[in-house]
């Protein structure tokens, strides 16, 4: 097949982006065979992704496993947010619901030195973490498997979790809604189910002033940041139109115990 080819056929399945993916696709193919085979998954509605088998986030090439979440390009703007907030003084960073372990090891990259912990309930989301993170990730339920050292020590708390309202994931492109875990799409009734439950356990694993960051949908923001402040969080709502990510901010007050 020739590129020309390709973009026809990408083109045909409804691929906006025709040219730029067979661009890609033919410089990770190895053999016409290997081409052909790629073409026929992303066709078929396999994210590109995991068609290649990696995304680029921050600037990195991150590994993505088949089922697994695939970070978007719009949470680059929760990384950034999250190293801005840390400050040169971060020591202890921990991304809950990490999927891939993207944010977490953007934000690790950014600062330098801080311990870096991840954790997803997912096994093949942890395998896939382990691929890309320079740190410990842990399997278990949001909290349960950190360490219980790091209690009152966590510097970044980061969780993009689930927010897609339960009712809302079957009008998700197929891409995300045929091959991306449920697990790591849906937020429940209201999108707030993880998300309440991130919020609640944060004050006893921040350190003082420490901060949890959370990505959520801009109307569920303001639902989120009571949550926070009835969790004994300040809130903050941080919002990029150009990136289209809302971001919800929790200070733990820095004279805590």
């Known amino acids: 097949m020739d590129s020309e080819s390709v973009v026809r056929e990408l083109r045909g399945a409804g691929c906006v982006f025709a040219e730029e993916e067979a661009r890609l696709l033919v410089s990770a193919a190895r053999d016409p065979g290997e081409l052909r085979a790629m073409v026929d998954r992303r066709v078929a509605g396999t994210p590109l992704e995991h068609v290649l088998g990696w995304v ?9 496993e088949p ?5 978007r390009r719009r949470t ?20 809950l619901c990490c999927g891939s372990g993207a944010v977490g090891a953007a934000v690790h990259s950014a600062l330098g030195r801080a311990e870096l912990h991840a954790v997803d309930v997912d096994p093949a989301a942890v395998r896939c973490a382990r691929r890309n993170i320079d740190g410990r990730v ?5 909290y349960e498997p950190l ?7 966590v510097d970044v708390l980061v969780a993009n979790a689930p927010y897609v309202p339960s009712g809302a994931i079957g009008s998700m492109p197929r891409e995300a809604r045929d091959h991306e875990r449920r697990i790591a799409l849906d937020g429940g009734a209201d999108g707030l189910r993880v998300q309440r439950r991130v919020a609640a356990g944060a004050p006893g694993w921040l350190a003082p002033g420490g901060r949890l960051l959370v990505e959520t949908g801009e109307r569920q923001a303001a639902g989120l940041a009571e949550v926070f402040a009835d969790a ?17 901010v929790g200070s733990r007050d820095a004279g805590a115990r």
């Open 232 to 248: 004994g969080l300040e809130p903050e709502v941080v919002r990029s139109e150009e990136a289209d990510c809302t971001v919800v």
């Open 67 to 71: 089922g697994v979440f695939v970070p």
């Open 56 to 64: 680029e986030f921050c600037g990195a090439r991150v590994v993505v």
């Open 138 to 142: 842990h399997e278990g339920d949001l």
């Open 147 to 153: 360490p219980a050292e790091l209690r009152g020590r």
């Open 76 to 95: 680059e703007f929760l990384v950034r947010t999250a190293v801005a907030a840390a400050g040169p003084d971060a020591r202890v960073v921990v991304d």
